[in-house]
């Protein structure tokens, strides 16, 4: 059973590039997010999903977008890469009957030079 | 929105001692969730708790929601309890967990 799934691990870019993280599940959730995680911040949610073709924003969903074609999948967009970007970013995943624990990806460690 | 606070920040323990984490929330909830980041970084989910007791071994977590906060005790420490606590909690049967800024621990052999 993989669970979450988040590709990149790692990733560098430059100002101003583009580029897409992966995040996909196999345990049927309904619901999905992606948070961002800064030293001393805690996490925080960038964009959240309760099914295949609904979104919303989070706190800080500035400067990223996200999609869900599929229950399955949920990446998330940056389109112009700013330094203030460079963060560890999760995706997380739940079922939606209200007393399911968020299950966690192992993150993707981005860069913004 | 609501707001989490842990405490305390940090904590160094010896392995065997005993532990208290604390998380006070400044607002009713329906839904109060602990976390452990261990050093690789990876976010295990430890307890789905908005009220009540539960146990899981040597860690256990309180809740009382009508004096909105948790507690997470673990008891024994090993070193491999190393690592970032976190609480988060969600209002109104919303599944949007707002965090608190975590508490590292850090148990020495």
């Known amino acids: 059973n993989a669970g979450v799934t988040q590709t990149p691990k790692f990733q560098v870019l430059k100002t101003g590039q583009s580029m897409t993280l992966q995040c996909a599940q196999d345990?049927?959730?309904?619901?999905m997010s992606w948070y961002r995680q800064d030293p001393g911040m805690g996490l925080r949610l960038i964009h959240y999903?309760?099914?295949?073709?609904?979104?919303d924003q989070g706190e800080v969903p500035n400067g990223y977008n996200v999609s869900r074609s599929t229950t399955e999948d949920f990446p998330l967009r940056l389109l112009s890469a700013a330094p203030s970007q460079t963060s560890v970013y999760f995706c997380?995943?739940?079922?939606?009957?209200?007393?399911?624990?968020?299950?966690f990806g192992n993150g993707t460690r981005l860069t913004v030079t | 929105g609501i707001q989490v606070e842990q405490s305390p920040p940090d904590l160094i323990l010896q392995e065997g001692a005993n532990s208290t984490l604390r998380c006070n929330f400044s607002?009713?909830?329906?839904?109060l969730q602990w976390f452990h980041q261990n050093p690789w970084g990876q976010l295990i989910n430890l307890f789905y708790?908005?009220?009540g007791t539960k146990q899981n071994g040597r860690l256990s977590a309180t809740t009382v929601a009508t004096e909105r906060y948790s507690l997470l005790y673990i008891s024994s420490s090993q070193t491999t309890d190393s690592g970032v606590y976190f609480c988060?909690?969600?209002?109104?049967?919303?599944?949007?967990?707002?965090f608190g800024k975590g508490m590292k621990l850090t148990v020495n052999p």
């Open positions: 997380a995943s739940t079922l939606l009957r209200g007393n399911s624990p968020l299950h």
């Open positions: 345990m049927n959730h309904e619901y």
């Open positions: 999903s309760v099914g295949a073709g609904i979104t």
């Open positions: 607002d009713s909830v329906n839904n």
């Open positions: 708790i908005p009220s």
């Open positions: 988060a909690v969600s209002q109104g049967g919303s599944e949007k967990l707002v």
